[in-house]
């Protein structure tokens, strides 16, 4: 029998390699409801406001929304009166889809929450590449001296003002 030839072998590759991109895609069909993976938490329905609570909650969004993975949040006191404050915020977003960022705020008492998400169809396929983020969040309203908590998808940075 004759050796074979290199046309062989990269036939062989690019049909291992369909193989494993089909089985790749079923198994995360499988895993998402309505093109959302089933793990990704859900930011509460809320129009932006400083006065009106924002959570994470089952009850959601419409279909596709999706919290960014946020790793790190800075404070930074801008020197005004009433004190000014914004969030340097880095992270990634899990998949390699481009959306716009949406930011949804509120604050209560001492207590601001953060949501950075975007919403993307229910059908849409990404590849599977995180993408690095980062940005500056410059929070609604005044600031007045005292300790506050904020939360930024589940991150929490307490703070003396």
Request: charge should be negative; hydrophobic fraction near 45%; aromatic fraction near 8%.
């Given at each position: 029998?004759?050796?074979?030839?290199?046309?062989?072998?990269?036939?062989?590759?690019?049909?291992?390699?369909?193989?494993?991109?089909?089985?790749?895609?079923?198994?995360?069909?499988?895993?998402?409801?309505?093109?959302?993976?089933?793990?990704?938490?859900?930011?509460?329905?809320?129009?932006?406001?400083?006065?009106?609570?924002?959570?994470?909650?089952?009850?959601?969004?419409?279909?596709?929304?999706?919290?960014?993975?946020?790793?790190?949040?800075?404070?930074?006191?801008?020197?005004?009166?009433?004190?000014?404050?914004?969030?340097?915020?880095?992270?990634?977003?899990?998949?390699?889809?481009?959306?716009?960022?949406?930011?949804?705020?509120?604050?209560d008492g001492?207590?601001?929450?953060?949501?950075?998400?975007?919403?993307?169809?229910?059908?849409?396929?990404c590849a599977?590449?995180?993408?690095?983020?980062?940005?500056?969040?410059?929070?609604?309203?005044?600031?007045?001296?005292?300790?506050?908590?904020?939360?930024?998808?589940?991150?929490?940075?307490?703070?003396?003002?």
């Amino acid at each position: 029998m004759s050796e074979p030839q290199p046309i062989d072998w990269f036939t062989r590759f690019i049909m291992i390699f369909v193989a494993f991109m089909l089985g790749f895609l079923t198994i995360r069909q499988s895993s998402t409801t309505s093109g959302r993976p089933m793990d990704t938490p859900d930011v509460a329905v809320a129009q932006p406001s400083v006065d009106m609570p924002i959570g994470v909650s089952p009850a959601g969004l419409s279909d596709g929304a999706s919290l960014h993975l946020i790793e790190t949040v800075e404070v930074v006191v801008m020197e005004s009166f009433p004190m000014q404050v914004a969030l340097n915020v880095s992270g990634y977003i899990p998949d390699g889809c481009a959306a716009p960022t949406q930011i949804l705020q509120s604050r209560d008492g001492n207590m601001v929450m953060v949501r950075v998400f975007r919403t993307l169809p229910p059908d849409v396929m990404c590849a599977a590449i995180a993408a690095m983020y980062s940005d500056t969040i410059h929070l609604e309203g005044g600031f007045e001296p005292g300790h506050y908590t904020f939360d930024v998808n589940g991150v929490i940075v307490e703070v003396d003002l």
